[in-house]
């Protein structure tokens, strides 16, 4: 069982996770609060800021302070995938226009 740390030492099964989600769009914050309302929102933030929502198989929502694409690179990570990031860094090193 592969765990992902979503900051402050707080981690959650990656395997479970359905979406990584920043918190600005509307649709955010109605899961949020969706969540509160059905006792299903997890709350990690340690107090801070959240910075990203992660929806869970369960339907539960964890609020998270890492950003959405540190998570997503964590789970990259314990996949053994290379993040999209570094692929389209390696194509404009290479001159990737054609």
Do not use: C, W, Y
Request: glycine share 12%; charged share 25%.
């Amino acid at each position: 069982m592969l765990m992902v740390n979503v900051g402050f030492g707080n981690t959650v099964v990656a395997g479970r996770v359905v979406a990584v989600m920043k918190t600005g769009s509307s649709p955010a914050r109605k899961l949020k609060e969706n969540a509160k309302v059905d006792g299903k929102l997890l709350d990690m933030t340690e107090g801070r800021r959240t910075r990203s929502l992660l929806i869970m198989d369960s339907g539960h929502v964890v609020l998270s302070f890492a950003l959405a694409e540190t998570v997503t690179q964590r789970m990259a990570a314990l996949s053994g995938q290379t993040p999209v990031r570094d692929l389209l860094k390696e194509v404009d090193e290479e001159g990737g226009d054609g």
